[in-house]
């Protein structure tokens, strides 16, 4: 008898140690979801409980006052449902400071109990007292797990949940057997076999229920990994949306730049097609008149081909500015953007009487996206512009400094004006923000925002009356960032 009573202790304590096991090393191979403490602690102090009271049946001689060993396996069954019981309450709510004391403070007053009722009290005494609290504890499980199915449904913690009804009837049945019991049992031959049947009966059921648990966290894990692959799509999506509203700013920033020159710069291709139209003019009545000295016939030609040039110039230079470059880093002349900048700016710098002030290191080259920082230059030039034009001073400076720092380049522009409104100055890079009354806001922002996936940094400082200034600092090598 009381060697198969050790068997199926021994056993149960397998199954358990099993379960925990293939859990434990389930969880590891991910980190979406980890199992709750409270149940694989529960799980190991079980195992822990079952071996020690499998063992202790083995040896046992007097049921009345066994050895300490039964307190100490009883004990661990007591933490183990007791932290079964925290486990239930923690898919609910945290678990409190105050609610781990109080458990603390039960498990000692328990060991006491217990040991005491095993040096003065008899085999039903214990046992019935274990069944009350058992059937206590799975009570409260079944409260907890049922507020937790109304919020989120689960048939894992359905499963749970019955497996908690049927420990609950089988505790309840081993007190009732007890106390209908007419003899004192003080052999392990006198224990009824139908009390033993509830016994192994409850914790089978128990080791049910460890293994809902796993499911339900197994469940959990699946669950998860459907979201995560959901917001990966969304997150995938967002992205791509987030790129075509940056390609489609950028190509809106570029018709709000260049349509602010536009007027000037038809004005200034119309002075070299003008000069061209003259010139042939003037060489076609000479053919006519037959009388076309050959130096006067080259000085005609040459001066066709300046203006010729001088529009082919300023056309390439527009384009540039709408060229749908792929997003490549090449290495880039700081000193040739500037002036190409500055050719596209020019009929306007000329229009506001701006003198132009350009102090430039030798050998400024950068590998980066020429296309996009052209643009930034080009947005950065003309605020500048419009900073003067409503600016009263009669001396009206641009300045444009660039130089190496270290691994860096830095470039600064700036400009005699006012200087910006202190209460605008904390919003100068946002988007949609903008102290222009025909601006879209989008410019600065845009400056921003290519400045940072290369890797570099943009800022400025401004004084009133006195201007302000924009600077731009970008690694050698941009590192290019989405």
């Keep these: 008898m009381k060697a198969l009573i050790s068997i199926y202790f021994f056993i149960l304590a397998i199954i358990q140690m099993g379960l925990f096991l293939g859990i434990y090393h389930y969880y ?14 529960s799980i190991i102090v079980s195992v822990a409980g079952l071996l020690t009271f499998g063992a202790g049946a083995i040896t046992l001689q007097n049921m009345v006052n066994p050895e300490f060993n039964f307190t100490v396996a009883n004990s661990l069954f007591y933490v183990a449902a007791l932290l079964q ?15 781990k004391i109080y458990a603390l403070a039960s498990v000692l007053i328990f060991i006491l109990t217990f040991e005491y009722m ?6 039903e005494i214990r046992t019935a007292v274990m069944a009350t609290i058992a059937s206590i504890f799975y009570c ?4 907890e797990l049922a507020i937790k199915r109304k919020t989120s449904p689960s048939k894992q913690l359905l499963y749970m949940q019955c497996a908690s009804f049927a420990e609950m009837f089988f505790a309840i ?38 293994i809902a648990i796993g499911s339900y966290w197994a469940e959990q894990v699946v669950v998860a990994n459907i979201n995560v692959i959901a917001e990966n799509e969304t997150t995938k999506k967002l992205l791509q949306e987030r790129d075509l509203l940056i390609a489609s700013l950028l190509k809106a920033n570029k018709t709000a730049s260049t349509g602010a020159l536009s007027a000037s710069i038809a004005h200034e291709l119309n002075q070299p097609l003008g000069a061209s139209n003259l010139n042939i003019q003037f060489l076609q009545k000479k053919l006519t008149e037959g009388s076309v000295d050959p130096e006067l016939q080259k000085e005609i030609l040459d001066s066709l081909l300046s203006d010729n ?48 002030v350009l102090k430039l290191e030798k050998d400024l080259f950068i590998t980066a996206n020429k296309s996009e920082l052209q643009q930034v230059l080009l947005n950065l030039l003309i605020n500048a512009i419009d900073a003067l034009k409503s600016s009263d001073k009669a001396d009206k400076t641009i300045t444009i400094l660039g130089k190496n720092i270290g691994s860096e380049i830095q470039i600064s522009i700036t400009d005699s004006g006012l200087g910006i409104d202190q209460d605008v100055q904390t919003h100068m890079f946002e988007l949609l923000s903008t102290t222009k009354s025909s601006g879209m806001g989008i410019g600065l922002w845009l400056c921003k925002h290519i400045i940072s996936r290369h890797g570099g940094s943009i800022w400025f400082e401004s004084f009133a009356r006195k201007g302000a200034t924009f ?12």
């Excluded at 095993?118 to 085999?123: E, N, Q, V």
């Excluded at 690694?475 to 989405?482: I, N, Q, W």
């Design 28 to 41: 590891r191979s991910q980190s979406l979801l980890k199992p709750s403490l409270y149940w694989m602690f």
């Design 85 to 99: 019981v925290l486990f239930c309450q923690s898919l609910n709510r945290g678990v409190s400071k105050q609610t």
């Design 118 to 123: 095993r040096l003065h009290g008899t085999f």
């Design 140 to 143: 409260w499980q079944i409260y």
């Design 173 to 210: 049945g081993r007190f009732l057997i007890l106390v209908t019991s007419a003899v004192a049992i003080t052999r392990v031959e006198q224990i009824p076999q139908i009390l033993i049947l509830f016994t192994i009966s409850q914790l089978v059921m128990n080791t049910l229920s460890y």
């Design 309 to 356: 040039q001088r529009a082919a110039n300023i056309i390439r230079s527009l384009r540039s500015v709408f060229s749908d470059e792929k997003i490549l880093t090449s290495k880039v002349d700081v000193a040739d953007l500037i002036d190409l900048v500055l050719t596209i700016a020019s009929p306007e710098i000329a229009k506001q009487n701006i003198q132009m």
């Design 471 to 482: 600077f731009v600092r970008l690694p050698l090598v941009a590192v290019y960032s989405t």
